[in-house]
């Protein structure tokens, strides 16, 4: 087990997402038309899709959350990729302006707790950053607290298997599982533990994992 105390605090952990997003709206605010539509590791979304996403958090209701359930059959998983689509399909200057005026809220989608916008924001950080062949340094202290969290999550299901391996950050003290090790900045490891296997591997060391 890694060590105790590894989610950040509430204000802290605020203060991260709302730089983080302030960043990311630097970031979207400089892209041209087709940097929009470029691929993510995101499954089938686009960066305007995933940037679409993290706006939804601070803004939706939870009378739509439950209509957006009902219209996705019952699926959680479709229900997120549905509405991150069709918000996708706004003009990108509401896309912006939406995240943008997140900064600020603490505002959480109904069911999630207060450690989802941090990883959301790491993560899908990360998914538009490498779609457009970009750098983005995660905070090592909060890339812990989000790994923590996939790594303890039981709901919303988490949508990718846990490795049989043990995991082990070599830039802050954090560790978890059992097996054969797999070591590396826990910004690699939380890119693991969330399905971005192809940008993980060049940075991590031991018995990479190929399937569960």
Partial sequence: MGPAGVALGVDESWQVVDRE????????????PQEWEKPTQCGDWRVR????????????????VLREFVRARGSFDRM??????????LPVTEIVANLRSAIGTRRLAPGTTRREPLLDILV????????LGRER?????????AADRVWTMRFPP?????????????????TRG???????????????LTGR????LPRLNGGIPTGN
């Fill in 197 to 200: 296997t192809a940008p993980a």
């Fill in 49 to 64: 899709d995933v940037a679409a996403h993290l706006t939804i958090a601070a803004r939706i209701s939870y009378g739509a």
């Fill in 80 to 89: 997120i990729h549905d509405t991150s689509v069709r918000e996708g399909e």
């Fill in 21 to 32: 997003r302030a960043s990311l709206v630097d970031l979207l605010e400089g892209l041209g």
């Fill in 158 to 174: 988490r949508p990718w298997p846990l490795p049989h391996h043990r995991l082990v950050a070599t830039d802050v003290e954090w």
């Fill in 124 to 131: 899908h950080g990360q998914d538009i950053a490498l779609a």
């Fill in 178 to 192: 059992e097996g054969a090790e797999i070591s590396g900045p826990v910004s690699a490891l939380l890119l693991l």
């Fill in 137 to 145: 340094a995660m905070p090592v202290e909060a890339a812990r607290d």
